[in-house]
């Protein structure tokens, strides 16, 4: 309710890119191709919010840090692995604070198997994602001085993410609106 006019905003800057004259020009064109085509996937990319930090919310980083990890960490040391979801991760900051607190509150897990799988439906944000690089406007929100200094590196007007952060994190391209492919058990 109320954001109707964002819709319309990026379906008509869509619309002009493939050569449509309006929104509803756009949306009778998406009638005449498959689910699967290039433009469904822009439409679905265009309406994506893709609003993310480091450690967003900061309430739930606290809650895993303080409460969250320790038990599992308790339940999995037989087995030494932990394997944790970030859904809908856009550029991948919230999946990448979930590998810094790791590493930071939790040393005893650097000879662990920790998985970090991130996933979202858009291929561009995952890209971005996976190349671990972002503005200093990016590393502003949310990314506290210290850890930026210990896990960044300065590369022209961006930050790019220490090599062991970025290594403890896949992307996968994952629609939560459509069948899932087979994860493993999740711990978190």
């Known amino acids: 309710?109320?954001?109707?006019?964002?819709?319309?905003?990026?379906?008509?800057?869509?619309?002009?890119?493939?050569g449509f004259t309006s929104p509803a020009g756009l949306l009778e064109g998406l009638q005449t191709e498959p689910e699967s085509g290039g433009l469904h996937r822009r439409v679905v990319e265009a309406m994506l919010n893709g609003e993310t930090s480091f450690f967003r919310d900061h309430y739930p980083f606290e809650a895993i840090r303080e409460v969250l990890i320790p038990e599992l960490l308790r339940k999995r040391a037989a087995s030494r692995t932990l394997n944790v979801w970030s859904a809908?991760?856009?550029?991948?900051?919230?999946?990448?604070?979930?590998?810094?607190?790791?590493?930071?509150?939790?040393?005893?897990?650097?000879?662990?198997?920790?998985?970090?799988?991130a996933s979202d439906v858009s291929s561009s944000m995952l890209e971005r994602a996976r190349c671990g690089r972002f503005r200093q406007i990016e590393v502003n929100r949310g990314?506290?001085?210290?850890?930026?200094?210990?896990?960044?590196?300065r590369d022209g007007n961006e930050w790019r993410i220490a090599e062991p952060?970025?290594?403890?994190?896949?992307?996968?391209?994952?629609?939560?609106?459509a069948p899932w492919p087979g994860l493993p058990a999740m711990d978190l």
Request: hydrophobic share 50%.
């Open 1 to 18: 309710r109320g954001k109707e006019y964002l819709v319309e905003a990026r379906l008509f800057a869509l619309a002009q890119e493939e």
């Open 143 to 153: 990314l506290p001085a210290p850890l930026l200094v210990k896990y960044f590196h």
């Open 88 to 117: 809908a991760v856009a550029s991948g900051q919230e999946a990448y604070s979930l590998a810094m607190l790791l590493r930071e509150h939790f040393p005893e897990t650097g000879d662990w198997t920790i998985r970090i799988l």
């Open 165 to 177: 952060i970025r290594r403890m994190v896949d992307f996968s391209h994952i629609n939560l609106a």
